[in-house]
Structures are given as C-alpha cells and as structure tokens.
C-alpha cells in the first residue's frame, strides 16, 4: 500500500510513528519554546506592570508597553528564530539520518513507499510537527497576554504574521539541512557541508563589501546587500525590527504592521527562494541517491568540485582582506601587488589543504589541480574587476530620469528625544530631505566623485590634501531602490550651483530639526517646569529656564530660511551655540543650535531672555595670556608653494601676556569653538599657526579655561612672524 492510498486514520497512525521516532527532541524542543514563548509572556509582561506602577505610568503609556512586551517575544522582533532554526537542523537530521547508513538505505528501498513519497511524508510530518509546537506555544502565549490586556488586533496580527514567517524559516533551514545532508554520505561531513550552505553567502558577500571599501573610493557603508541566507536575513531583520520599537508609530496601528511589512518583505522573499531552491536540489539530488553512496565524504563528483572551488575563491579573497585590516594604516599602491599575491598563495595552499580532506588522504594534496587553478583565475579576475572597477561603480551617476528624490545625509545627534522608556526620535535627513532638481544634484555628486577619488588617491600616495568636506548622498529611484555614495564636496566647488541645493527650501527642511520637531515642542510643552535653556559663547555660559523650546524653534525656523545659504556658512563660523535640555519623569530631550552673527530673530531672542553673551573675549579683566605656536619655524605658508605636511621642522610657542599685543592677535583671528563643516578653512584661516587663549575665569558649564583661535589668512602680525621664526 502506498501512501497516497491511506486513510486518515493511518496518516495520523504514521505521524504518532514519527513523533516516537523523534520523541526526544520534539518533547524537548516543546518544552524549550513553552519556556521562552510562554514563561516569556509572563515575565516580560510582570516586568511591564511593575516598572509602570514604579514611575506612574500614565493608562495609556502602560497599555502600549504592554502591546509592545508581547511582541517583543512573539512579534516580529523576537528571538525565538534562534530555536527555530535548531529545530529544523534537528528534526531533518532525524528524518534523513538513514541515508548515512547502507543497510537502513536498502530496507527503505525494499519497501512499497517510493523515495518521493517519503521525502514528502517527511516533510509534511517535520513542518506539520512543529507547526503544531510553535501555534500551540504561541496560543498559550496570547491567551496569557489576553488576561493581562495586552493583546489588541495590531498584537494579533502582528503574531499570525510572525507564525507564517516562521514556517517559511523552518521550511528553508530544514531544506539547507536535508540538502546537505543528500550530497554527504556521513554525519560529519553533512555538519559541514550544512555549515558551508548557511555562512557562504554571509562570507562571501561580506568579502564583496569588504573589497568594495578597499577599492571603491565613493562606497558608503549604508549599502544594503541580498546576502541569500535565511540565518543571515533573519538576524538582521531581528535587530532592525527591534529599533523600530522606538518610533512613535511602531505597534500603534495596522498601518504600522504595513510599514514593518516594508523592511522584511524582500529578506523574507529571500528566505523563501532559498528555501525553494533548496528544495527543489533535494528532489533532484534524491533521485540519484544509492545505497552505495554510505560512508563517502561528498557523494556527487561535480558538487565536490563546486565546493572546492567556491572555497578556494573564498579563502584567497578573504586573505586579502585581512591583509588590509592588518595594513590598513599604512596602505599604499605598493600595497596591492601584496596583496594579489597573499591571495593567489592562500587559494592555491587551501586548495591542496581541501583536497586532502575531501579525499580522506594526505597524499592527494597534489590532485584536482585543474579546480584549484580554475579558483585562482576567478580570484584573479575579481581583483582585477576591483582594482581597475571595470563596472565603473565609482564614476556611476544613475540617470536623471530614473530618480524620484536625493538627499545629503548630514549625521550628527544635535537632536534627541527619548520618552516613554524607550522611544527615541533624531534628526534624520534620509527620511525628511527629499530634493528633487536631479540635474543639479547629479552635476554635483559627479564633481563629488571626482574630488573624492583624487583626495583618497592623495593619501595613497603619502600625500594626502583635504579637498573639501566628505558626505554621503543618496538617490532614491522610482523603481523602489536607493543607491548611496560618499562624496567630498570640493571647497572651490562653483558656489552658484551648489547654491541651488542648499539654498532649497527642500535642503533645509530635510536638513534642520526645526522643520520636524513636533515631538519635540509637545513634549516640551508637557514638561515646562525642567526646561533648561543655555547660551554659550566664547565670553562665557547663561542658563534660563523661562524659554520655551517651541519660542525658540520659530525664531531659529524664520532665520533658517531667510538667512541660511551657502554663500553664508562658507564664509561664516558660528558665534555660538544653544543647547536645550529637558530632563523629566516622561523621558529626556536634547537638542542643539549653532547660532551665526546674521541670525536677528534667534540673538533678539537670547537678548530678551537675558542669556545673550558677545562673541569676544574680554581682553582686559578676563585673558591672562595668548599662546601662538608656528608649527613650521622657516617657512611661510602663504608665499611660498612647498608642501609644510613633508617639512620636518621642531614647532615654536611664544607666550604673550602684554595687553596690546594680545588685543592685535585675537582681532586678526577667528575662534574656532564652534564647528561649521561648510566653511571653508583653507581659503579663510591659516593652518601654520595656532592659538590658545588661557582665560582668568570659566568660558563653559566644564570649568575650561581655554579657548583656541586661527589667524586669517594675510593677517599674522610682523612681531607674531618675527617671534616664532
């Protein structure tokens, strides 16, 4: 009788022969999940109540960390996969396991039931199995949480959701396993082979991303990559997920679970092709499986040289990675011909080494050389695709008519809001700053390109010039995709087309938190009476908490876009900076402002507020001296055309105390405490000199006594010149 002639009774009568066959890891693996999905629930969800009781939680900050402690265990972000993914290596050992014997190979072949017919009933028993394992678990879970009042449709969902992702994770690891274990004729064997299926893809394409830091000089590290690993995928996914859980949105609404649809769609899909492919290799490769094949290393000819080969690829690639990591200070042009042949030595010594295991003989070392040369040259012609970016990935400008939107990604946590225990809010220009004059923005990414290239080739050389400021941009394409490069904006860029970017009404309110702090000011205006509001500036620190964050916020939005421009912050330096604070039982807020000499509506502000402080030092009751050090005795940067950078000369320091000479130095130079990355130092500020100026009293809320300046450039004074020459 074969299996698509039983009844229902004898379906179940095998599925009970299964679980006894499996009893102990199915018991075992049973309790494990109630322990993590059950007991789980039920601390995590004690832990909620108390913490809320212990600070006051409002109802409805208490109900939505309840939401989210369950999904933390059930949803999308838990860590229950990690179990998961042991259980289907587990159960498809268990049910493939035969196959590592000759004698059990034979009587399953004496039997009526055809291979196809127990590859399926092995299947639908394991995922059936284990289906009824995690949705029992699971039930019980929620049921749990439903007592507590924390299981609404969004929890709901969000956990049915999750079960079908975790099927199709079992589904993909459980066939990785059985494929491993349909090309191996030992356990040992398949163990490694299963490890080669699941890290190979996360090797190899770290070493594609690890080649294209070391060759591609406009490669942005936010590139995201389709590794092709279910492991790899959902590890990534489970932390992403688990930083969403600070946004305001997360677990609120059905649109929320749409959203967190949007980042684990297209891993999922990645997981289920390679689950697919899998699969279908199993069926194949089943068909050709002989009792015979018991006992071997790799039972297939052909897959035995795909593994050699893809490991000798990854083993020389791999070599040359470390190489830079080890040499990474003091890389070089030099440096590559090394590196080529680290990697042609590594591939070729792995080769053998590989060779000797696959064939169980030391002798064999020499043998299957034309594989391991077949390695070499794929290695070889990598390199050369890298060093001569034969794709053209570092001049690659998408066209214009293919982008929807741009941005300049500027980094930095002058704005954080942390609130309800763990929700935080920062400026993020790549979801608010949305430009869309693709012309001007692709002209500029292109001579961004170019600076970039000539800057990293200058420091490969020993030689290295800062060219202008390094940023990352991105192009967001209408086909879905975002492609990001990291650009040096050259400091002679033409001001006129820079300008059209930076200028726009889009730059800025991609750019400034002003334009997206609701958040901010609600939280703000809840909590009034811990507001601290201070001004600090080179003649010292003022601290109010009359202002309020959203009085302050329309002043600095009006002078943002009436004042702010390129031509503006490339020639100017903050005079100071305001720093807001809020500190309550609700959370902590933060945020920074740079403030410029033209910015009326902010200074008219400060002024009524009474926190105002000039931007000049008090030289006659306030400095007790001046420090000038000429880092270059002999020489003067300004007249004569040599590079200082390779002159090997011991730095002078004068000290100055008398009045008049200090009150000539600091009106010829500019104080640089407050940091403008647009500005441009080398056409305004003279690198040769430094000076530090030692104050009698505290300039800022950490007691330092020290505030440093440059000359501009064309005014060092004659007895400064004289002095530290």
């Avoid at 838990?78 to 268990?94: E, N």
């Avoid at 009474?610 to 007790?624: H, M, P, R, S, Y």
């Amino acid at each position: 009788m074969t299996s698509a002639n039983l009844s229902l009774a004898d379906r179940f009568s095998n599925h009970k022969k299964y679980i006894s066959r499996t009893l102990w890891s199915s018991y075992i693996g049973f309790v494990i999940m109630a322990v993590y999905y059950v007991l789980g629930v039920m601390l995590i969800l004690t832990r909620a109540l108390n913490y809320g009781r212990m600070y006051n939680q409002a109802p409805e900050v208490l109900r939505r960390e309840k939401y989210v402690a369950v999904t933390s265990i059930l949803g999308f972000e838990q860590l229950g996969w990690i179990i998961v993914v042991a259980l289907a290596i587990v159960f498809a050992f268990q049910g493939f396991n035969y196959l590592f014997d000759q004698k059990k190979i034979d009587f399953y072949l004496s039997q009526p039931t055809t291979r196809a017919e127990r590859l399926t009933r092995n299947y639908i028993n394991a995922i059936t199995t284990f289906a009824a394992m995690y949705i029992i678990t699971n039930g019980i879970a929620l049921i749990i949480a439903a007592f507590f009042g924390a299981v609404n449709k969004v929890v709901l969902l969000t956990a049915l959701i999750e079960t079908a992702r975790i099927i199709v994770l079992f589904f993909a690891v459980y066939s990785i396993t059985v494929l491993a274990i349909m090309l191996t004729g030992s356990f040992p064997i398949a163990l490694l082979v299963l490890a080669f299926f699941l890290a190979i893809s996360v090797l190899f394409g770290g070493e594609l991303i690890g080649y294209k830091n070391i060759f591609y000089d406009t490669y942005a590290a936010r590139e995201s990559v389709m590794i092709g690993s279910p492991i790899y995928d959902r590890y990534v996914l489970t932390f992403q997920m688990r930083s969403l859980r600070s946004q305001d949105w997360f677990n609120t609404s059905l649109e929320s679970i749409t959203k967190c649809f949007g980042y684990f769609k297209n891993k999922d899909i990645d997981t289920f092709i390679v689950g697919i492919i899998a699969f279908i290799f199993v069926i194949v490769f089943s068909k050709f499986r002989r009792a015979e094949h018991a006992g071997k290393t790799i039972v297939y000819r052909p897959f035995r040289w795909f593994l050699k080969i893809v490991l000798c690829i990854v083993i020389g690639l791999g070599a040359g990675v470390v190489l830079y990591v080890m040499y990474d200070f003091a890389w070089s042009t030099s440096v590559y011909v090394i590196m080529f042949i680290v990697m042609i030595i590594s591939g070729l010594f792995s080769g053998c080494i590989l060779e000797a295991i696959l064939d169980g003989n030391i002798r064999s070392i020499l043998k299957g050389m034309p594989q391991t040369i077949l390695a070499l040259a794929i290695t070889s012609l990598i390199f050369v695709i890298f060093k001569g970016d034969l794709l053209g990935y570092d001049s690659f400008v998408p066209e214009r008519t293919k982008i929807e939107s741009c941005a300049i990604l500027e980094s930095g946590y002058d704005y954080q809001l942390y609130t309800n225990g763990e929700n935080t809010y920062g400026n993020d220009s790549e979801e608010n700053m949305k430009i869309t004059d693709t012309d001007t923005f692709c002209e500029v990414v292109r001579i961004g390109m170019q600076t970039k290239k000539e800057e990293a080739k200058s420091s490969r050389t020993g030689k290295y010039k800062n060219l202008g400021n390094d940023t990352t941009v991105l192009f967001r394409m209408k086909n879905g995709k975002k492609i990001y490069r990291s650009i040096t904006i050259p400091y002679d860029i033409d001001s006129a087309l820079f300008s059209k970017l930076i200028d726009s009404k889009e730059y800025k309110e991609g750019c400034f938190s002003v334009f997206f702090d609701d958040k901010m000011r609600a939280y703000d205006m809840a909590n009034r009476k811990t507001t601290s509001m201070q001004y600090m500036s080179v003649s010292g620190n003022r601290i109010t908490t009359d202002l309020s964050y959203a009085e302050l916020s329309d002043a600095y939005r009006k002078d943002i876009e009436k004042y702010f421009s390129y031509e503006m912050v490339g020639k100017s330096i903050p005079i100071g900076r305001i720093e807001y604070s809020n500190s309550s039982n609700d959370g902590y807020a933060s945020c920074d402002f740079d403030v410029f000499e033209c910015y009326e509506n902010t200074i008219a502000l400060l002024k009524k507020y009474g926190i105002f402080t000039e931007d000049k030092l008090d030289v006659q009751n306030n400095v007790a001296s001046v420090s000038v050090t000429n880092y270059y005795p002999g020489v003067d940067s300004e007249k004569e055309d040599i590079d200082i950078s390779n002159t090997s000369v011991e730095e002078k320091t004068v000290t100055y105390t008398d009045r008049d000479k200090i009150v000539q130095i600091l009106e010829n130079a500019r104080c640089r405490e407050f940091y403008n990355k647009w500005y441009n130092d080398t056409d305004y500020l003279n690198s040769q000199y430094s000076i530090s100026v030692e104050t009698k009293s505290a300039v800022d809320s950490y007691g330092s006594r020290t505030v440093f300046y440059s000359f501009e450039v064309g005014k060092v004074p004659d007895f400064v010149y004289s002095d530290t020459n």
